[in-house]
């Protein structure tokens, strides 16, 4: 058995410090030689490698230039903190997504995820502790550790992960194929086609940003599913809102173009959580304001998992609605047609659109047909296999080791294009074999041998 | 009728003279015994030394200030630098040698080793005194008293012989088996385990029909893998490549029934990479050749090494089986291949020493240890060698780590995983093998042999003066400014990119598709200063620029494993006391009883959770 010596305490380490959940504000913490400068690339506000320790700083995290949260920074620099290294703490808003969306940029820049107990750990290696509240931490961190590795189990039963097991063993044989033609090349041995191990290298890269990306979208689903509410200035969109939270929220008025920022809020219908987000209005306008608005509701659009589209009964024409509707067919994000004001509706129109199928009427205004839309929801939203329960921390470790991997594997691909040697291209290999048996299960160089006396004849 | 000694060595192979000589050129006086003056330094399986990962040893143990290289190159017939179409990490020097000058230089250097003193007998046992081992008995009934005492006995402790349906106790062909030693260590504790390997027949060279065959030569310009300036080869023998068939094998096949590795007699398991000729057609039956190496075993005389037709068949089977050979037709047998089993003791007992656990001041080496191979068992004298002559001068352990050397995984795996098989070195083996190349090994050791005073003050200055030459030539290439004009035809010819803007020559050797002989061709001015450097310093400085990508990366991960093998554990700790361990790791922990939290973490079993624990439990 190998372990990869991540423990060293060279690394900057990240993890949520405050209790899972949602609350009003939740802390994260970094420990290490880089928390400050990890910190400092994503902070905007002070410079915070020019500050004392045990001083705090208001500011925005960002990443990609988008703020995630504004946020509090507070600096302890070593050996004046808990684990007595460098160590920022960052208290930002307590929603379950922000602290992940905070975590994935910390590790993006150079973090690497906290293990169970791992600060403890450090403070008690750098002497912050004596041996009697070490020994009551070591229960805990043992608890932690099945935890763990209890909904690790419970990831691995879902079809992606196999297929990265069944590649993982592919990139095994490749990877003995190539231990072979080092160790034993004076011999009558076959050598690994590189075309092959390419074309696998991308099989796997393609697998893995699959698991990285349901894993955002597991979390999207986990932190609320993003549904939003579009339509024409006008149409009642801030109303339905309003029907659904069943509080007044949005600003509602009937001047067209009210709303020209987007007003989040949660609303759990049969114990999915739903985030809605209500939009300006759809239309060409000639107001900048508004215009960046309605700039902002079609980029909210693309990153919905689910967009209802309210049309006035009152006010439209089916050729605005027909068109509508094709514009949003094109996105090919699941939408739903939402017709308001049925009290008041155009006869005429009633009658184009009877033509049409899978029209829901209501009246927002009214709170008329509210549960039904409510169905009408969660059976757009196709939650398939989708567990709870899963912890957060336990998907970022894995997309931590998803990344590390995918790394690696991009350094193979880029050895294969230089024509490098067995030996280089075997060091890049056994990174990626590392990070992918930190998701499912171990790998020491003793598979490998195993492998190449099992398959091949070798031996004078 | 003998002095005490600070340290007999029991057994005069690779690791006992390895472990003799070390010990005496620090200072200790030696005792080497062995049954047989006529046959130190044997080489009983095949007339070679080095290879792929091999010859990386025999480099260190030269760096460290052992005898194997100069040996090994005093009596070289053939040198090949093997896997030069790799990287420079699986660049592999291999000599052939002659198998009776090999034997004969290690006994001349063992004789001007002032400190060693010899005696040909067998030793039948160890006093020990309080768990501290203080001398050997001989079979005589002699007592030789000794500070320490080093057991490289080999495949002599209850060596038994099979050919075919016969067996026969010996520890080689033609020489006896030793007893006393095996059942001794099993009342004192120690456990034990059988273990086989085999060799193949000899034949008369000059029987062989070589046009059937194909030669390979030495290459045109021989390396060696001493340091220091050993003779150059002047001129080489080839040895020759031919291959089985399926009328060879149909013939091997009914001699099966009669196949002492078939039927069950041989209870020791074999080493799954160098098996016998009739595992191969039976465990790969749908190959319909395998390939044989055909060595000369020395300058004059006639005997052939059959490499690759290892074999415990009946004597009459081997040879029919032979003649359906191509080349090998009329071939006349010398001596029939056979297989031997011997005792052995699994390694986990040991301490990164290779001092035994159980009694102070006892060391093992060699293939009692598991291991298989003269580099493997050379290797592990050497560092016993040193370690116990420490121990008597109550000197710090002196412990290579897997990122220093071959030396350093090949002992940390056998302490910590043990071993079931013969244990043999590969590079999969190492995880820094970009780091432990043939090529640094002077560089990665000799400093530290010098400080033990093992490796002599010359090697430590031509160190130095390498490590400077690189540098200098380093700075150079750096500073060597050239200009797109000059130069864009040339890199043209190279089929390489054009320059757009001046620039540090450097920059082209980081090209994979440029070496540093080409830098030559493309700037006149550099090809003046290469003329003042020697190929090994050019060799050098081309791998440390174009490769220091791989190789700091393998730095870092190394400087990880470092920090957790800084973290000592106190001497008989307890872990039954740590309720959260595993039962596992709790039991492998308390047998193993690693020194440090990195060594724990490689034992098989413990987890990484387990270590958790450990750290927060011993941290300090």
Not at chain 2, 44 to 59: D, E, F, H, L, T
Request: glycine share 8%; hydrophobic share 40%.
């Amino acid at each position: 058995m190998n372990v990869n010596p991540t423990n060293a305490k060279e690394d900057t380490i990240v993890a949520l410090s405050t209790a899972q959940g949602v609350g009003a504000i939740a802390v994260i913490r970094l420990s290490g030689p880089s928390a400050i400068s990890i910190t400092n690339k994503v902070f905007k506000g002070k410079d915070l490698e020019k500050e004392g320790s045990h001083t705090l700083h208001f500011g925005t995290i960002r990443d990609e230039g988008k703020v995630i949260d504004e946020v509090v920074v507070s600096l302890f620099v070593a050996p004046h903190s808990f684990t007595k290294e460098d160590v920022t703490e960052i208290s930002c808003h307590g929603s379950p997504y922000i602290v992940q969306r905070l975590i994935q940029v910390f590790l993006k820049h150079g973090a690497r995820l906290a293990k169970p107990g791992e600060f403890t750990q450090r403070a008690f290696l750098h002497g912050a502790f004596d041996l009697a509240q070490a020994e009551a931490v070591a229960d805990l961190i043992n608890a932690d550790t099945e935890a763990a590795h209890q909904a690790a189990l419970n990831q691995m039963r879902g079809g992606f992960s196999e297929r990265i097991q069944a590649l993982r063993q592919e990139l095994i044989h490749f990877a003995s194929m190539i231990e072979l033609e080092l160790d034993f090349g004076e011999e009558d041995v076959e050598f690994a086609d590189r075309g092959d191990l390419k074309a696998l290298i991308e099989q796997l890269l393609e697998a893995i940003n699959g698991l990285v990306n349901s894993f955002d979208l597991g979390n999207v689903i986990k932190n609320g599913v993003p549904t939003v509410i579009a339509g024409k200035p006008n149409a009642g969109k801030s109303t339905l809102l309003n029907a659904l939270l069943n509080e007044e929220k949005a600003i509602v008025s009937n001047i067209p173009g009210t709303t020209r920022d987007f007003i989040e809020d949660e609303v759990t219908i049969g114990g999915i959580n739903f985030r809605f987000i209500d939009t300006a209005g759809l239309r060409e306008t000639t107001d900048t304001i508004e215009a960046i608005g309605v700039k902002r509701t079609q980029e909210q659009m693309q990153k919905a998992s689910l967009i209802i589209y309210m049309f006035d009964l009152a006010e439209d024409t089916i050729v605005e609605v027909n068109r509508e509707i094709n514009q949003l067919e094109n996105l090919g994000i699941p939408f739903l047609k939402v017709a308001n004001k049925m009290d008041v509706a155009q006869p005429e129109l009633k009658a184009a659109l009877e033509k049409m199928e899978g029209i829901t009427y209501i009246s927002a205004g009214n709170k008329e047909n509210i549960e039904g839309l409510k169905e009408k929801i969660l059976e757009a939203v196709n939650l398939g296999n989708f567990k709870t329960g899963d912890t957060v921390v336990t998907n970022l470790r894995h997309y931590d080791s998803l990344l590390r991997s995918r790394n690696a594997l991009n350094d193979v691909l880029a050895g294969l294009g230089n024509n490098i040697t067995g030996d280089f291209l075997a060091m890049d290999i056994r990174q990626a074999l590392h990070h992918l048996g930190e998701i499912t299960g171990e790998i020491t160089t003793d598979d490998l041998l195993t492998n190449i006396f099992s398959k091949f004849c070798i031996g004078k | 009728m003998f002095p005490e000694y600070d340290i007999v060595v029991v057994g005069a192979g690779h690791a006992g003279c390895e472990a003799a000589a070390a010990a005496a050129n620090m200072g200790s006086k030696v005792l080497l015994a062995t049954m047989n003056m006529n046959t130190i330094a044997q080489m009983s399986c095949n007339p070679a030394m080095g290879g792929v990962a091999k010859g990386q040893i025999i480099r260190e143990i030269d760096a460290l200030g052992g005898y194997s290289g100069i040996i090994s190159d005093k009596s070289t017939i053939q040198f090949r630098m093997l896997n030069k179409s790799k990287g420079p990490a699986m660049w592999s020097p291999r000599t052939q040698n002659d198998r009776m000058r090999f034997a004969e230089e290690w006994r001349l250097a063992l004789e001007r080793t002032p400190k060693v003193d010899f005696w040909q007998e067998m030793i039948t046992g160890l006093l020990i005194e309080k768990d501290r081992v203080v001398g050997v008995k001989t079979s005589l009934g002699i007592k030789i008293m000794s500070k320490a005492v080093i057991l490289t006995n080999g495949t002599f402790l209850n060596g038994l012989i099979h050919i075919g349906e016969k067996q026969f106790g010996g520890g080689r062909s033609g020489e006896k088996a030793a007893k006393g030693i095996t059942e001794e260590l099993i009342a004192l504790g120690f456990e034990s385990g059988r273990m086989k390997t085999g060799t193949p027949p000899r034949v008369d060279g000059r029987s062989l029909d070589y046009s059937k065959m194909e030669e390979q030569p030495g290459d045109k310009e021989p390396g060696r893998f001493s340091y220091l300036d050993t003779p150059k080869l002047k001129e080489q023998r080839s040895c020759f490549i031919t291959y089985t068939n399926n009328e060879v094998h149909s013939t091997l096949e009914q001699g099966f029934d009669r196949s002492p590795m078939f039927n069950g007699r041989i209870k020791g398991l074999g080493p799954r990479y160098c098996p016998s000729i009739e595992d191969k057609i039976n465990r790969f039956a749908e190959r319909d050749r395998h390939q044989i190496f055909v060595e000369p075993e020395g300058w004059d005389t006639v005997e052939i090494y059959v490499n690759g037709f290892s074999t415990s068949l009946p004597e009459d089977i081997q040879y029919a089986a032979m003649k359906r050979i191509p080349g090998f037709e009329k071939a006349k047998m010398f001596r029939p291949g056979y297989a031997i089993e011997y005792d052995y003791f699994p390694p986990t007992q040991l301490q990164l020493t290779l001092e035994t656990k159980l009694i102070d001041n006892l060391y093992f080496a060699g293939q009692i240890n598991g291991t298989t191979g003269y580099e493997e068992a050379a290797c592990q004298g050497l560092m016993a060698g040193i370690n116990a002559h420490h121990k008597t001068r109550e000197i710090d352990p002196f412990v290579l780590k897997r990122s220093d050397a071959y030396i350093g995984v090949l002992i940390d795996d056998l302490i910590n995983k043990g071993t079931d098989e013969p244990y043999r070195m590969f590079t999969s083996r190492a995880e820094f093998r970009i780091l432990l190349r043939q090529d640094n090994a002077d560089i990665r050791l000799t400093p530290l042999g010098h400080e033990i005073g093992l490796a002599s003050t010359e090697r430590l200055q031509r160190v130095e003066a390498k490590n400077h030459k690189v540098k200098e030539l380093t700075h150079t290439l750096a500073t060597r400014k050239i200009i797109p004009k000059e130069v864009n035809e040339v890199l043209g010819h190279l089929q390489t990119a054009s320059l757009k803007e001046k620039a540090p020559i450097i920059n082209l050797l980081k090209r994979p598709e440029i070496n540093i002989q080409q830098l030559a061709e493309v700037d006149s001015v550099t090809q003046k200063h290469f003329e003042t450097y020697s190929k090994e310093i050019l060799d050098q400085t081309e791998i440390q620029i174009k490769y220091a990508n791989y190789i700091d990366k393998e730095k870092q991960l190394a400087q990880k494993m470092e920090s957790l093998d800084s973290f000592k554990i106190k001497k008989g700790f307890d872990y039954d006391e740590l309720k959260a361990l595993s039962s596992e790791a709790k039991e492998k922990l308390n047998q193993i009883k690693p020194q440090t939290i990195g060594q724990a973490s490689r034992i098989s079993g413990v987890s990484p959770a387990d270590i958790s624990i450990l750290m927060v439990y011993l941290g300090k």
